[in-house]
Nanobody, 115 residues
């Protein structure tokens, strides 16, 4: 069974930086996609970025040029480096691992940015 373990997050002042990490276990599938969603209070969950097995990174407008996604392969892990954070980045960030037609989610980690 695939399990995702997230770490990082926390509190930061506007303009600061944070990094998130997510490690996947329980899958031997070579082809997969890993990435991040976020959910702000009273808003729907939205995609932030994802990265393929081949290392191709894709960003949504949410990233605004301030976020960088990267990954490792043994074990599968995905990272989100966030710079020049603004209060609108406050949300619970969820990593996901998509492989074999199934999508798995992390438990979520809180990121809070104060003005």
């Amino acid at each position: 069974q695939v399990q995702l373990k997230e770490s990082g997050g926390g509190f930061v002042q506007a303009g600061g930086s944070l990094s998130l990490a997510c490690e996947a276990s329980g899958s031997s599938d070579v082809l997969n996609v890993m990435g991040w969603y976020r959910q702000a209070p009273e808003k729907q969950r939205e995609m932030v970025a994802f990265i393929t097995t081949g290392g191709r990174a894709n960003y949504t407008d949410v990233a605004k040029g301030r976020l960088t996604i990267s990954r490792d392969y043994a074990p599968n892990a995905v990272y989100l480096h966030m710079n020049r954070l603004e209060p609108d980045a406050t949300a619970v960030y969820y990593c996901f691992f998509y492989t074999g037609g199934h999508n798995y989610w992390g438990q979520g980690t809180q990121v809070s940015v104060s003005p």
